[in-house]
């Protein structure tokens, strides 16, 4: 069973209002992905690091998207200004970066009303 | 670009089927393979991969064999059980660790008793 810790596991946020979530990978996994999951279970990437730096992010995320993953604190997903499609499910992703298995965490359930 | 394509669900099974779910792939590179299951309220979880072609993987029933020439990769399970109700996904990776996995649109299955 996969050991990646996401919080919190729901959020609910208003048109405007910052989102912000967190995920704490598998210990040992310096690679760390984010992707969404929208209401029809396709699954978008947005972002990913390798311990501190980002190694690839899609232009959604250069925007109202900000991501980190500071040393010896959790990764954070930040939603500067929400909007009703960001309404998701927020998957946190965690591999070895030496083969290309990915466990994920529960998610984040972000409702913005 | 890399794609996934497998069988649109929901299927809807009774105890003791069998299940197939389809999944081809479209990529230029030599992917690893995987199957991913999703239960209500939790993250994908592996249900196993296959790094290589004409090689099958396997786990709790379930197994499915890395066609490169048919570019398919379709999962099967002789005698499903209620507990087998999911959504299941196909996905793409790469043989290197770090880069966004790509999945497939996801397939339900429901087992009735």
């Known amino acids: 069973n996969s050991k990646v810790i996401q919080t919190p596991r729901y959020l609910v946020k208003g048109q405007g209002q910052k989102a912000k979530m967190r995920c704490i990978p598998e210990k040992g996994h310096p690679v760390v992905f984010w992707y969404q999951q929208n209401k029809n279970n396709e699954f978008k990437f947005l972002i990913n690091f390798q311990n501190q730096e980002v190694l690839q992010q899609i232009d959604m995320t250069e925007k109202r998207f900000s991501a980190e993953c500071p040393s010896n604190s959790p990764c954070s997903l930040e939603i500067q200004s929400s909007e009703a499609g960001d309404s998701a499910l927020y998957l946190c992703?965690?591999?070895?970066?030496?083969?290309?298995?990915?466990?994920f965490g529960p998610g984040t359930r972000l409702l913005v009303l | 670009g890399d794609s996934v394509t497998q069988t649109e669900g929901p299927v809807t099974l009774s105890e003791g089927t069998s299940l197939t779910v389809n999944c081809s792939y479209e990529?230029?590179?030599?992917?690893?393979l995987f199957w991913y299951v999703q239960y209500p309220g939790e993250g994908p979880q592996l249900l196993f991969k296959?790094?290589?072609?004409?090689e099958k993987g396997s786990n709790r029933g379930f197994e499915a064999t890395y066609n490169k020439e048919a570019t398919s990769f379709h999962l099967q399970k002789a005698s499903v059980q209620e507990s087998d109700s999911a959504v299941y996904y196909c996905?793409?990776?790469?043989?290197?660790?770090?880069?966004?996995?790509?999945f497939g649109t996801g397939t339900t299955v429901s087992v009735s008793p």
């Open positions: 990529t230029k590179q030599y992917p690893t």
């Open positions: 296959v790094p290589k072609a004409n």
């Open positions: 996905a793409l990776g790469d043989w290197q660790g770090g880069r966004a996995l790509i």
């Open positions: 992703a965690s591999s070895s970066g030496d083969e290309d298995t990915q466990y």
